[in-house]
């Protein structure tokens, strides 16, 4: 069955920067355009990144664009997000999943990583 088990969240002063992993399995991840994602306390969970199968294309919320960057490595099904100049209002659980539609997950979503940016 589809795995998706995300990790490297942590706590990180305003500014400084995280790399999110996220380790897919129980699909052809290198077929799949992925995502991250993210839900703060009390809101929806919202479209961060996306990224199409070969990695060459990217697409990102207009609330990370320049400082976040999402990459994946086909030959370790694994999916990537670096996050610079991080703010407080990034603090969130972060997700990642299959794309849907350009701006939903596919599949079950997973446990998450917890991003926590103290000010």
């Known amino acids: 069955q589809v795995q998706l088990v995300e990790s490297g969240g942590g706590l990180v002063q305003a500014g400084g920067s995280l790399r999110l992993s996220c380790a897919a399995s129980g699909f052809t991840f290198r077929d799949t355009g992925m995502g991250w994602f993210r839900q703060a306390p009390g809101k929806k969970r919202e479209f961060v990144a996306r990224?199409?199968?070969?990695?060459?294309?990217?697409y990102y919320a207009d609330s990370v664009k320049g400082r976040f960057t999402i990459s994946r490595d086909n030959a370790k099904n694994t999916l990537y997000l670096q996050m610079n100049s991080l703010k407080p209002e990034d603090t969130a659980v972060y997700y990642c999943n299959a794309i849907k539609e350009m701006y939903s997950g596919r599949f079950a979503w997973g446990q998450g990583t917890q991003v926590t940016v103290s000010s």
């Open positions: 990224i199409d199968w070969s990695g060459v294309s990217t």
